[in-house]
């Protein structure tokens, strides 16, 4: 995997670097993310206005720690995800990855390194075997039946499903196969959109143990927007308040000496705070 | 053109005659309210005035045949289409005009170059009895195939686009994330034309073979030119919608593969 579809060009001053995604001078002590007075607009038009959705927006994630992004509805978490592995474009500001910013990397190989799991499990056509194994023609990876039934197993679904049609299974079932899709690439990195939120109270429990066992297992860096406290106790690590595409408030949830912000003691509280005046 | 002396023209009077028809649905749509005789008479006037004047610059052109007249006819039916492409589709897509403008302008201009240089052979290519019906059939099929491929993208893009921001978090290409869609736009505007190939002839003649038929041309003869005209409408159609999804597709993804939501 090491041929020009890892490589890819980096733009400095004048001059184009070629470089490896995981560059080999990455140092491990650099932050997975960092951003940097991150900006977002949606351009205006004849009969619509320009439309903020972040702004001046910086936070940083350690290797192997847990961000989750909470907010009312509408205040820019979800945008904000999608500028991590660059399936959105800032207006301003910067994202780094490893230390290097995003934009030097090819955004295909970026995202196989860093994992967006959605909101509503994206099913393609065919069985779940089809739907574990879709991949862009020319990528390779791993995807033997051994993989593919321990991977099964690591987000807690049985091997016969493999063949079942990815249509007929619920939605917690879809949710933890998009989780399996999503670790088949071994990624660096996952983004969680709400993964719960479109799914009843069992299937959501079912998938927040599903999460907070993988974070435990492999050591993965997790940025997670989500409205439900549950998962967030679980994920632990930093908790980052957004309103009106602001930071509003930082706490981190495994140090006890901070003063917690009301807001997220009453998120935490399992307060709904969803609907709380943001922008839609 | 053989056997002209069987066309009957029709006089002025005969006209008149034909716009008692007008007249019988204006006293339905009174008789049944439903309110569609300001609408007929206007129509009927547009269409008289329309004609006439299309007929006199059509005069004109034929009387001159010169080449530059028939690129001038070329150019504004063009235009007239490409304005009634862009005009279908739901929401506005930036830049659709020139997509447009484009794709009729290439699909017409290859399968009309074909159609007049290889299959019917005329000489000179400009010979307005033949290029202006001929380009007129080809645009009219890009047009309406454009139209409804944008349409159906547009719709399709904005319906799946979790879909393709899911392929897209897979290392797709935004090329590759868009492409069922594109495939879909694609089959919903060649699907008509492809049913029109399956029927044509057993549900209604079509109109240029009747007209050439009323123009005094043998059945045998005027079948001949339908054929050539069915299976140039057919590549028309799946030229100007490919053309233009592929080109419309592209507005909506940005270099670093992106889906510009936004838009849709």
């Known amino acids: ?280 | 053109m053989s056997a002209t002396a069987n066309i009957i023209d029709l006089s002025v009077w005969q006209l008149a005659m034909a716009l008692v028809l007008v007249a019988a649905i204006i006293v339905v749509s009174l008789r049944q309210s439903l309110g569609l005789e300001r609408d007929l008479a206007i129509g009927t006037v547009r269409a008289i005035v329309q004609l006439y004047a299309v007929g006199l610059i059509l005069a004109a052109v034929f009387a001159a045949a010169r080449w530059y007249w028939i690129l001038l006819i070329l150019g504004v039916m063009t235009g007239v289409a490409t304005q009634a492409a862009v005009s279908r589709l739901g929401k506005p897509v930036p830049g659709a005009t020139w997509i447009a403008a484009i794709a009729l302008t290439v699909s017409t201009a290859a399968t009309l170059a074909y159609v007049i240089g290889v299959v019917v052979q005329v000489r000179p290519w400009y010979e307005p009895q033949y290029i202006i019906p001929i380009a007129g059939m080809i645009l009219g099929n890009s047009m309406t195939s454009a139209a409804l491929a944008g349409d159906r993208l547009q719709s399709d893009l904005r319906a799946r686009s979790d879909e393709i921001e899911a392929r897209l978090a897979l290392g797709f290409s935004g090329r590759e994330a868009v492409e069922p869609m594109v495939r879909a736009s694609l089959r919903a505007a060649m699907i008509p034309t492809v049913n029109g190939m399956m029927t044509v002839g057993l549900v209604q003649l079509p109109g240029m073979m009747t007209g050439q038929i009323l123009a005094g041309s043998s059945p045998l003869g005027a079948i001949r030119y339908q054929m050539v005209v069915v299976f140039m409408q057919g590549a028309a159609t799946a030229l100007g919608s490919l053309l233009f999804v592929r080109m419309a597709a592209g507005r909506y993804l940005t270099p670093a593969h992106q889906l510009r939501r936004y838009m849709l």
């Open chain 1, 1 to 280: 995997m090491l041929g020009s579809r890892r490589r890819c060009l980096r733009k400095f001053g004048g001059m184009t670097i070629l470089h490896e995604v995981v560059p080999p001078d990455c140092d491990e002590n650099d932050p997975i993310f960092e951003v940097d007075h991150l900006s977002l607009d949606y351009p205006g038009g004849r009969s619509h206005p320009v439309v903020e959705i972040l702004n001046d927006v910086s936070f940083r994630v350690e290797r192997g720690h847990t961000l989750t992004l909470v907010g009312p509805s509408g205040s820019g978490k979800s945008s904000l995800l999608r500028c991590l592995n660059r399936l959105v474009e800032p207006t301003s500001g910067t994202v780094r990855f490893n230390g290097y910013d995003i934009g030097s990397f090819d955004p295909r190989e970026l995202r196989r390194r860093v994992a967006l799991v959605m909101q509503t499990p994206v099913m393609f056509e065919g069985t779940v075997r089809d739907n574990l194994c879709i991949r862009p023609a020319g990528v390779t990876g791993d995807f033997s039946e051994n993989r593919l039934v321990a991977t099964l197993d690591e987000v807690g679904l049985e091997s016969k499903l493999v063949d079942r049609e990815a249509a007929t299974l619920s939605g917690g079932e879809k949710q933890r196969v998009t989780i399996a899709r999503a670790l088949l690439r071994d990624p660096q990195a996952l983004l969680l959109d709400e993964p719960t939120s479109a799914l009843d109270p069992p299937n959501a429990l079912l998938v927040v143990e599903t999460i907070s066992r993988l974070r435990a297992s492999r050591a993965l860096s997790i940025v997670a927007v989500t409205h439900q406290p549950d998962l967030v106790r679980r994920l632990g690590g930093g908790l980052l308040y957004l309103r009106k595409g602001r930071v509003e408030a930082f706490h981190s949830l495994e140090g006890s000496d901070t003063v917690l912000d009301a807001r997220l003691q009453a998120f935490l509280a399992g307060e709904n705070i969803a609907g709380e005046g943001g922008r839609t």
